[in-house]
């Protein structure tokens, strides 16, 4: 069986979908602090998924796993993912997302599974040097959310060496859409992101949607971002997964688009792509936000076969159904 952490969130949930589709069984472990009971009673529904709910800061709670399941292989989602909150409470990420993982990876080599493919961000690259940014750009985070994955990456590098854990840390940029079946979506408690708070102010009594800053040194002024499709990058798990078994090797892939994304951009495309009308307004800049990220995936797309295929066109659709979805069945 594959163990998916974190796998009732939000692209953990779609990386369950993908290796369904592909014949495979999954256990689920998760803390159900961000992910939702609702979306793994949607998953079992589609095909062999065990849940588990359990905490990798208590190590008792991922042994279990490993001693009540035949585990091959783990991909790895389960983490807080907040830069702001981050910076207000680093314990939180450095505990959960660090020490957390250290209990993962010492119940994998007790149990002999040595196989992780890790969802890593390319928030451990800070403030970028140049653009696109590939993967052997400086990592040097300027919170602690990228801090506390960077870190994750290198004790990766040291369990390769000292007990042959074989790892694929894949760094996300933006990631934007849902299920096109919207079986199952984006649901954040608080939501932070952009293409649903855009999507959010298009419902009656939303606020108008607010564009954090538009004096950065862009063209338009406002924040340039690689927005890339989750089931592409639920794919490149499965892919990520493939190599591992294929080639036994540690690597390190980018995951983006190559497509740079400004906010007004995106928020032009909302409102071609429903054909309405969205109230918008600006608001100041948010701390924290580097005015350009986007990738070079090239290294994803050779060596791993990784085809990006769902413009960001599909994104807006697929997250404006599950968006009227939520509101109008499962917020009722
Ligand atoms: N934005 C707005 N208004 C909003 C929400 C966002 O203008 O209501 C802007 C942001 O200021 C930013 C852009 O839209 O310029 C994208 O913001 P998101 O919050 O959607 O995404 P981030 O780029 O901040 O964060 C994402 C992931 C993080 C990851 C980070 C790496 O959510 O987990 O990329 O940079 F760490």
């Not at 940014?133 to 400086?138: A, K, L, P, T």
């Not at 924290?288 to 990738?295: E, F, I, R, T």
């Not at 290294?299 to 085809?307: N, R, T």
């Amino acid at each position: 069986m594959i163990l998916i952490t974190g796998g009732a969130g939000y692209i953990g949930s779609h990386t369950v979908i993908n290796f369904l589709d592909n014949g495979k069984d999954i256990v689920i472990f998760d803390n159900l602090e961000n992910g939702h009971i609702e979306t793994v009673q949607t998953l079992q529904k589609l095909g062999n998924v065990k849940f588990e709910q359990g905490d990798l800061r208590n190590i008792e709670d991922i042994e279990h796993v490993f001693e009540k399941y035949d585990i091959d292989a783990v991909i790895h989602f389960a983490a807080f993912a907040l830069v702001g909150e981050s910076v207000e409470n680093p314990a939180k990420y450095y505990r959960n997302n660090t020490f957390g993982t250290l209990n993962l990876l010492d119940t994998m080599i007790k149990h002999n599974v040595k196989k992780i493919v890790f969802s890593s961000t390319c928030a451990t690259y800070g403030e970028p040097e140049y653009t696109p940014i590939d993967e052997n750009h400086r990592q040097n985070p300027i919170n602690p959310y990228g801090a506390s994955k960077l870190m994750v990456e290198r004790i990766m590098e040291d369990y390769d060496r000292a007990y042959g854990l074989k790892s694929i840390k894949l760094r996300y940029f933006n990631v934007a859409g849902c299920d096109s079946q919207i079986r199952i979506g984006e649901w954040h408690e608080p939501e932070t992101h952009l293409i649903p708070n855009i999507l959010k102010s298009t419902f009656k009594c939303e606020q108008p949607f607010k564009i954090f800053g538009e004096d950065y040194d862009t063209e338009d002024g406002t924040c340039i971002r690689d927005y890339v499709n989750v089931e592409d990058l639920a794919e490149a798990h499965r892919l990520a997964l493939d190599y591992l078994n294929r080639e036994n090797k540690s690597d390190v892939f980018n995951l983006g688009t190559e497509n740079g994304d400004s906010v007004k951009n995106i928020f032009d495309t909302c409102e071609k792509v429903l054909d309405k009308k969205i109230p918008v307004e600006v608001a100041p800049r948010r701390a924290g936000d580097p005015a350009k990220l986007y990738a070079n995936a090239k290294k994803a797309k050779e060596i791993l076969g990784w085809q990006p295929s769902r413009s960001i066109q599909d994104s807006i659709k697929t997250a404006y159904m599950w968006e009227k979805y939520f509101v109008e069945e499962l917020q009722k």
